[in-house]
T-cell receptor
Framework: GAVVSQHPSWVICKSGTSVKIECRSL??????MFWYRQFPKQSLMLMAT?????????EQGVEKDKFLINHASLTLSTLTVTSAHPEDSSFYIC??????????????FGPGTRLTVT | GENVEQHPSTLSVQEGDSAVIKCTYS??????FPWYKQELGKRPQLIID?????GEKKDQRIAVTLNKTAKHFSLHITETQPEDSAVYFC??????????FGPGTRLSVLP
């Protein structure tokens, strides 16, 4: 149980285009989705926290107009990287928290999406 | 906000030896401390966790200790095996809050 999927797993896009990443909880519902970014050989850094039906809360230094987050249901959250640039190339990982029926502190990570902007 | 430090950044041990990774946190309100193992290009995998009302937890070769007063917690791996080689991250969180991760430790177990 507690499976989180992300799609796509790997995407290459041209500079200036937009990319949408989907994060789904497959067999459970979660009230909160966290989006992390991980650059090579670095740790996971929180980008934003989204609660179902509410606007996302962005961490300092993360542009909300560039990284659009939609959390329309208890099983789906999307991250859209708009006008992507090479410096946005990174590993993006979502995590589902606030799992209905589970301890509040647990989070379940998706497999990650590797974004390469050329 | 919370700040998590982790040491060492790299660790090499001989197969069969023990490995210890230490983390410190800054926010005394943090009450949940998971440890993750991450292999290259893959998602972090939870290997053990501890809540603030417990001082020690063990699962086979893996154990975690927590000192709330000093605000530090440690991961202990005994009888290390080559497949234990990976990057390990500690994290701290408050309730339903996000995880604040440490910078990671690259563990290499030499055969």
């Amino acid at each position: 149980g507690a499976v989180v999927s992300q799609h796509p797993s790997w995407v290459i896009c041209k500079s200036g285009t937009s990319v949408k990443i989907e994060c789904r909880s497959l067999d459970f519902q979660a009230t909160t989705m966290f989006w992390y970014r991980q650059f090579p050989k670095q740790s996971l850094m929180l980008m934003a926290t989204s609660n179902e039906g509410s606007k996302a809360t962005y961490e300092q230094g993360v542009e909300k107009d560039k990284f659009l987050i939609n959390h329309a249901s208890l099983t789906l959250s999307t991250l859209t990287v708009t006008s992507a640039h090479p410096e946005d190339s990174s590993f993006y990982i979502c995590s589902a928290g606030g799992v209905v029926g589970a301890p509040t502190y647990e989070q379940y990570f998706g497999p990650g999406t590797r974004l390469t902007v050329t | 906000g919370e700040n998590v430090e982790q040491h060492p950044s790299t660790l090499s041990v001989q197969e069969g030896d023990s490995a210890v990774i230490k983390c410190t946190y800054s926010d005394s309100a943090s009450n949940y401390f998971p440890w993750y193992k991450q292999e290259l290009g893959k998602r972090p995998q939870l290997i053990i966790d501890i809540r603030s009302n417990v001082g020690e937890k063990k699962d086979q070769r893996i154990a975690v200790t927590l000192n709330k007063t000093a605000k530090h917690f440690s991961l202990h791996i005994t009888e290390t095996q080559p497949e234990d080689s990976a990057v390990y991250f500690c994290a701290a969180s408050i309730g339903l809050g996000n995880f604040v991760f440490g910078p990671g430790t690259r563990l290499s177990v030499l055969p």
